[in-house]
């Protein structure tokens, strides 16, 4: 905080989960202590418990509909919108970022410009990907057989616990850009970028709903996620190896989808297509064909 | 049935198979006894009688199998992908070859129809085979980056629906891909994996390669909790799936599933309808139900409903059921006693909660595991029989008003494996494909397979796909 | 063994009875609403459901009551345009006694000849049971007026014909003029009187879709058909399992509407007893047994009788006969 304006007093900002486009305090009503690097006070976070992760499903759920069918050039043009109006924010997220990593308002720069530049990398990817990894499939009979991506649903994603935003961005953006909706556990120690981040989407086009923001305890969001009948998928970034097993179990009750925690040493490379497809399912659609020849009626 | 024109028997020679007393499990390259010598008796479901004796494999043999594929994986794997290739394409050309043979033994050991081995079970073996074959040298051009490595030691544990086809989709994409495999066949039919263990002796393929353990659920545990193992897929019921999914939880094993299903065969008032027919009674009917894609729950518009039953149940009566090796046989036996108990026992659920069952006049033979072609109407979505996996000749008759009712009925499931859609309207045909949660959608069409074509499910009915380029992708490392 | 047709239609004709559709030919409007409301045809699967018919395997005693049934439903033909006097009486002669050194051998449903050859052939199946069919209306091409084609009916039921094989209308039908197709079918039946049976051959290679040939088969049949015939064998594509299997699940469905029963009749490209079995598989799995019969099923072939009479001699004798062992004609 400045010092040079005493008679001043700054506004602090009471942060809020995101959930169902709206910004709600925790139904628990507790917050918890978010500090910096070194110790001290950033702001108090929204302790989030089993109903609130409930809550957020619910409004995942409600979502996928309408995101999943929207043309891939709206979401597109969505994601997009994401990225510029990041940029307009750029200098509130710099602050955010270094504050929570302890990075040189320089190596927080650099970070938050790669989140920028990953939104717009995966506004591109959305009416792409089911060209790549669909097609027609040359079966022998008098068919026509095509297979299509479809996203998987809702997506409970631990985004990872060290980079608060850009390791957000990068595991977030690849779910949603596909169709599907996410309920997003931001790092329990730095899960103010993220928090923040659902302000930005609450103004950028993207449909409430759509991505749900939480903050708390990792492990006891998680749990009830991992869980939960209506959860289709869980991208276990943000857990450690024994919290990763537990969640992986659970979540066999209805045979979610889990991409296990992966290390990553630099979450600036550019990404493949491996976190989109994690959360697509494959639909082959078949229909017979006549045949137009000298074999007389077939068709 | 026409009384004027019945059909003489017209079997098939059952001597072309020729099926030894007792068999081992067949590791390293060679057939061997179980550690622990035990051994279980596969049987005829059709006749009850003993086909054979076979090696029951346990937990030692798993890790003593486990172990030959681990060695075998190094050459293996750095074959060139050429080289691979070459040998798959034997196994193709030995498998169409033998395939009559191999048509009786399947029926002989599964109780399916001939007609069903030789047209559809057998053709389609090769031709996975042959498909796979082929990616072998290409895998660069796959779509999952340069040079893309196998897993190493696929375990693999298949069902006794379609128990040569399940193996092919299993072991075809894992030696393309130049993964060694242990698969473990299921209890009730042991015997076309037995006999593909010489197929690949004759393809000479080299020792440990492929490893193939008869046995029980114990070892297919063993498999797939080994610790050496890298790639687990499974295709059977919902249950074993999820157990698995616990089981390979904070491992890196590469998990794939193709588990249970309760597709929805949604008839519209313009469908073509005797094609519709056709199509129903090949999504419920072949295989004798016993098909995780079956069309088990029939959506049919409720304006077409009478005249459609009408014709569908006059078409069940002329369904020919008996001899499996008969060739004029439409529906065989079920596949064993404790099958035949649970459709029975789900049959009789559907009875007591209000459905009204229905089957042509079939005489059932006296010996062998059999039921009658059954449906039931006056279904709904509260009926265990519309909700549950009853993986046998069932069909659940339920109606619909219009189309948004229609797709709320048939994604009101945990499962989405399959479903149908009939109707001569192109746009909506899309529009419901568009809908349905599920991996395969037949329209105006039903159960048709292909190994360029992949198949899995969605939601419970398991993740993964197999078949296509897709289904190398269960064996790479990516 | 139905060698024997019933004597005389045993149901009633469409022009005889006010059957439930009758409200359907109606109007030209009505008529053709009626049509395009029939089910679609999907054709891959007519055709799938036709091939695996075809894989029954039908052996033994089966396939002996097989070939002596397709040999009693033969409508054997000639429709040459150098057919003679001579060239029709052996045909009868044929037809009477299709394997001279076994008597035992049906005789078969019909000779089909010319208007102007009835004579002749009603001279050479006399008194044996077997039916004269003539083509007629302008046959093949049907391309004269309604009057001439009348006329032509007229000359060959005058001569004796038990059975009229007419064409229908396919540039009206292709055109859409349904009505048209109708009305010239109901005059040719009326032409036809009380003694001669109608045959409505549609040249299904002509008519092109499988959706054509289903609405064929019910404007033939609402019209007062009493066989509905594929094809006569003058154009590429005639009799096909599928096109046959269809025009046998319309039979069958115009009896479960009206109480009507109609023929059918494959006609062209069906020439070997394999062939001909499977289409009696078709028959007895689609319309059933009560077409199983020479009254309600035929052949319309010429090289057919002579390999189902070898594969007969082959099932008596255990050995494989050849072309020397039956008669040329």
């Not at chain 3, 044929?94 to 004579?119: E, G, I, L, N, S």
């Not at chain 3, 799995?285 to 009254?295: C, I, Q, R, S």
């Amino acid at each position: 905080m400045s010092d040079r304006t005493p008679e001043r007093l700054t506004v602090f900002k009471t942060y809020k989960l995101y959930v169902g486009g709206k910004f709600p305090r925790s139904e628990s009503g507790r917050v918890y202590e978010v500090t910096d690097s070194k110790g001290n006070w950033l702001a108090n976070a929204p302790l989030s418990s089993r109903k609130d992760a409930r809550d957020a499903v619910v409004a995942a759920r409600k979502a996928f509909g309408g995101w999943s069918g929207a043309t891939a050039y709206n979401r597109g043009q969505v994601l997009y919108r994401v990225a510029e109006m990041l940029e307009g924010r750029r200098e509130q997220f710099v602050r955010e970022v270094a504050e929570a990593e302890g990075l040189s308002k320089a190596k927080a720069a650099a970070q938050v410009d790669a989140a920028v530049d990953r939104w717009v990398w995966y506004a591109g990817w959305t009416d792409k990907i089911a060209q790549v990894v669909g097609g027609g499939n040359p079966v022998a009979g008098p068919f026509f057989n095509l297979s299509s991506p479809e996203p998987t649903g809702v997506v409970a994603v631990l985004a990872p616990q060290k980079s608060s935003f850009l390791g957000l961005v990068s595991v977030l953006a690849p779910v949603i850009a596909t169709g599907n909706t996410a309920v997003v556990i931001a790092s329990e120690r730095a899960p103010l970028p993220a928090l923040s981040l659902g302000e930005v989407l609450a103004t950028s086009d993207v449909p409430g709903g759509v991505v749900n923001v939480l903050s708390g305890r990792t492990a006891e969001i998680a749990a009830p996620l991992a869980a939960h009948q209506d959860v289709n998928a869980i991208d276990l970034a943000g857990a450690d190896e024994a919290l990763a097993k537990e969640l992986e179990i659970a979540a066999a009750d209805n045979l979610k989808r889990v991409l296990r925690p992966q290390p990553v040493d630099d979450w600036t490379a550019t990404p493949g297509t491996d976190r989109m497809t994690a959360f697509l399912e494959t639909k082959t659609v078949w229909h017979p064909t006549g045949s137009l020849g000298a074999s007389g009626s077939s068709y | 049935m026409a009384s004027a024109f019945e059909y003489a028997p017209a079997p098939e020679s059952r001597a072309i198979a020729d099926i030894a007393p007792s068999y081992g499990l067949f590791i390293d390259g060679e057939f061997t006894d179980a550690a622990d010598g035990k051994v279980f008796k596969t049987l005829s479901p059709s006749t009850e009688e003993v086909l054979s004796e076979v090696a029951r494999a346990g937990a030692e043999d798993v890790d003593r199998a486990v172990k030959a594929a681990r060695r075998a994986f190094a050459k293996w794997s750095a074959l060139p992908g050429s080289e691979r290739a070459k040998y798959l394409f034997r196994i193709a050309r030995i498998i169409q070859e033998r395939s009559r043979e191999l048509a009786v033994l399947e029926t002989l050991d599964n109780g399916k129809p001939i007609k069903e081995t030789r047209d559809a079970d057998l053709p389609l073996v090769a031709a996975h085979f042959f498909y796979y074959a082929g990616w072998a040298d290409k895998l660069d051009h796959a779509g999952f980056g340069a040079n893309p490595r196998p897993l190493g030691v696929a375990g693999q544990v298949i069902p006794w629906n379609f128990p040569l086809l399940m193996l092919a989709w299993k072991i075809a994409p894992a030696l393309a891909t130049g993964n060694t495999v242990v698969l473990k066949p299921a209890e009730t039919t042991p015997l076309s994996a037995l006999f593909f263990a010489d197929i690949c002796r004759q393809a000479g393929l080299p020792n440990g390669v492929v490893n193939i353990l008869p046995g029980y659920g114990d070892a297919g545990a063993a498999l797939v909790a080994h610790p050496d193992v890298n790639k687990v897929a499974f295709t059977g019921s919902t249950a074993v799936g999820k157990e698995i999914a616990r089981t390979v939880a904070g491992t890196r094993k590469k998990l794939t599933l193709e588990l249970g299903g309760k597709g929805a065969n949604i008839v519209f008032d313009d469908a073509p309808i005797d094609q519709a027919v056709e199509g129903i009674v090949t999504g419920i009917f072949f295989n004798q139900g016993q098909v995780c894609c079956a069309g088990s729950r029939l959506l049919v518009q409720e304006s077409v409903q009478e005249e459609l039953l009408e014709s569908l149940k006059s078409r069940l009566s002329t369904l020919r059921l008996g001899d499996p090796l008969d060739k004029n046989t439409d529906i065989g036996a079920i596949n064993s006693a404790e099958q035949l108990a649970r459709i029975t026992a789900l049959a009789e659920r559907g009875e007591a909660e209000g459905a009204e069952r229905w089957s042509p006049a079939c005489e059932l033979p006296s010996s062998g595991y059999w039921f009658a072609p059954t449906l039931f109407t006056g279904v709904t979505q509260a009926h265990t029989i519309a909700r549950d996996e009853i993986f046998g000749p069932v069909l659940s008759v339920l109606t619909f008003r219009t189309p948004d009712e229609a797709v709320a009925k048939a994604n009101n499931t945990q499962y989405g494996l399959s479903a149908g859609i009939w109707t001569e309207k192109g746009s909506r045909i899309l529009a419901v494909a568009n809908k349905l949660r599920a991996g395969v959608i037949w329209s105006n069409t039903f159960n048709k397979f292909d190994p360029t074509s992949p198949f899995g499910g969605y939601k419970e009915s398991g993740f993964g796909r197999e078949g296509g380029r897709h289904g190398l992708e269960a064996y790479l490392d990516v | 063994m139905p060698t024997t047709a019933p004597n005389g239609p045993s149901a009633p004709t469409a022009s005889a009875a006010a059957h439930a559709l009758s409200d359907v030919t109606a109007s030209d409007a009505a008529l053709r609403r009626f049509l395009h409301g029939l089910p679609g045809v999907d054709a891959v699967g007519l055709e799938a459901r036709a091939a695996s018919l075809g894989t029954r395997s039908i052996k033994t005693t089966s396939k002996a009551y097989a070939i002596d049934l397709a040999i009693s439903m033969v409508d054997l033909t000639t429709l040459e345009g150098a057919d003679t006097p001579g060239k029709v009486r052996a045909l009868g002669a044929k037809a009477v006694h299709p394997d001279p050194t076994d008597r035992t051998t049906p005789t078969t449903a019909a000779v089909c000849v010319y208007p102007d050859m009835v004579a002749v052939a009603k001279e050479a199946v006399a008194g044996s049971g077997v039916k004269v069919a003539s083509v007629a209306t302008a046959f093949p091409a049907g391309r004269a007026t309604l009057g001439v084609k009348l006329a032509d009916v007229r000359e060959a039921v005058a001569a004796g014909a038990d059975e009229i094989d007419m064409v229908i209308d396919r540039g009206a039908f292709l055109a859409g003029h349904f009505m048209k197709v109708y009305d010239e079918i109901v005059a040719v039946k009326e032409a036809c009187g009380t003694s001669a049976r109608l045959k409505v051959i549609f040249e299904t290679g002509e008519l092109s879709t499988y959706d054509n040939i289903r609405r064929a088969s019910w404007l033939g049949m609402l019209a007062g058909a009493d066989f509905i015939k594929t094809s006569t064998g003058k154009v590429a594509v005639n009799a096909t399992p599928a096109n046959t299997l269809l025009m046998l699940q319309a039979v069958r469905d115009f009896r479960a509407q009206t109480g009507i029963q109609v023929g059918v009749k494959p006609a062209g490209g069906i020439r070997t007893s394999k062939d001909a079995i499977k289409f009696l598989v078709l028959v007895n799995e689609t319309a059933g047994e009560d077409w199983l019969d020479n009254h309600w099923f035929r052949f319309g072939a010429s090289s057919l009788l002579n390999d189902l009479l070898m594969q007969r001699q082959k099932l008596a004798t255990g050995r494989y006969s050849g072309p020397d062992y039956v008669t040329v004609d």
